[in-house]
């Protein structure tokens, strides 16, 4: 455990010094949010009860997550991959499977501060009342970020090189980003783009949340709860299988 503390002391100091991951993982939900409440924060969410500000809270949590499975973990994993550092982890005191969790505990880190400052905002400052249970809210996002990185393992685990990585990634990520409802509202999409959104497992995990912070059903909650345990267990399942350290 010391050896993954002390290699994310030295990964988060490097993660620190990337624009990229600052900028997309905790300035843009940011921004969105702020922009979102000055354009039609107070005005009802399409034929919905809820206001913009209130269905934009729970979806915004995500862009964090998003970021760093979709472009943080299968990114850096390939890239040590092709650099060969995973298999000289093998000759170390620190194992190649320490660097794989270091990884993980960098972006689960860097998420949560982005969804941290994402409700520090939205409270503090937009006068933002969530109706539903915080409890829940927080074991909900757990579970969207857990499906979500096995997606992001799996991915790593099946690009053989750095140049796929960037393209499954690119192609996986930014649809995620802006077709699910993490940064552009869900309810202003046209009815057949929501059908073809909704087949994207963070939707879902959007949805999720929404469900939990406004205290009523969006979508089907209890199915979304099943089918992210179920990604969590075969994702990982495969991640683990395919895995490659060389």
Same mark, same amino acid.
């Given at each position: 455990?010391?050896?993954?503390?002390?290699?994310?002391?030295?990964?988060?100091?490097?993660?620190?010094?990337?624009?990229?991951?600052? #900028?997309?993982? =905790?300035? $843009?939900?940011?921004?969105? @949010? !702020?922009?979102?409440?000055?354009?039609?924060?107070? %005005?009802? *969410?399409?034929?919905?009860?809820?206001?913009?500000?209130?269905?934009?809270?729970?979806?915004?949590?995500?862009?964090?997550?998003?970021?760093?499975?979709?472009?943080?973990?299968?990114?850096?994993?390939?890239?040590?991959?092709?650099?060969?550092?995973?298999?000289?982890?093998?000759?170390?005191?620190?194992?190649?499977?320490?660097?794989?969790?270091?990884?993980?505990?960098?972006?689960?880190?860097?998420?949560?501060?982005?969804?941290?400052?994402?409700?520090?905002?939205?409270?503090?400052?937009?006068?933002?009342?969530?109706?539903?249970?915080?409890?829940?809210?927080?074991?909900?996002?757990? #579970?969207?970020? =857990?499906? $979500?990185?096995?997606?992001? @393992? !799996?991915?790593?685990?099946?690009?053989?090189?750095? %140049?796929? *990585?960037?393209?499954v990634c690119s192609l996986v990520y930014f649809p995620m980003l802006f077709l699910s409802g993490a940064v552009i509202p869900f309810e202003i999409f046209p009815r057949?783009?929501?059908?073809?959104?909704?087949?994207?497992?963070?939707?879902?995990?959007?949805?999720?949340?929404?469900?939990?912070?406004?205290?009523?059903?969006?979508?089907?909650?209890?199915?979304?709860?099943?089918?992210?345990?179920?990604?969590?267990?075969?994702?990982?399942?495969?991640?683990?299988?395919?895995?490659?350290?060389?």
């Open positions: 455990m010391n050896k993954v503390i002390n290699l994310a002391k030295i990964e988060g100091k490097l993660a620190i010094r990337s624009i990229d991951g600052i #900028l997309f993982g =905790i300035g $843009m939900p940011l921004g969105v @949010l !702020l922009l979102t409440t000055m354009i039609a924060g107070n %005005k009802q *969410a399409g034929n919905t009860s809820y206001t913009f500000l209130d269905s934009s809270f729970g979806s915004l949590l995500v862009v964090g997550i998003c970021a760093t499975a979709f472009m943080g973990i299968p990114l850096t994993i390939c890239d040590y991959r092709d650099k060969k550092i995973l298999k000289h982890f093998f000759v170390t005191p620190a194992s190649p499977g320490h660097l794989i969790a270091t990884q993980v505990l960098v972006a689960m880190t860097t998420a949560i501060v982005s969804a941290g400052f994402v409700a520090l905002v939205a409270i503090v400052f937009l006068d933002y009342r969530m109706q539903g249970n915080w409890v829940l809210l927080i074991a909900s996002y757990f #579970l969207v970020m =857990i499906a $979500m990185y096995s997606l992001g @393992l !799996l991915i790593a685990s099946l690009c053989k090189n750095m %140049k796929i *990585a960037n393209l057949g783009m929501q059908k073809v959104a909704s087949v994207l497992p963070l939707t879902q995990g959007v949805q999720l949340l929404k469900s939990v912070s406004l205290n009523q059903p969006v979508g089907n909650p209890q199915f979304v709860l099943i089918l992210l345990i179920v990604i969590s267990i075969v994702g990982f399942g495969l991640a683990a299988k395919f895995f490659r350290w060389e």
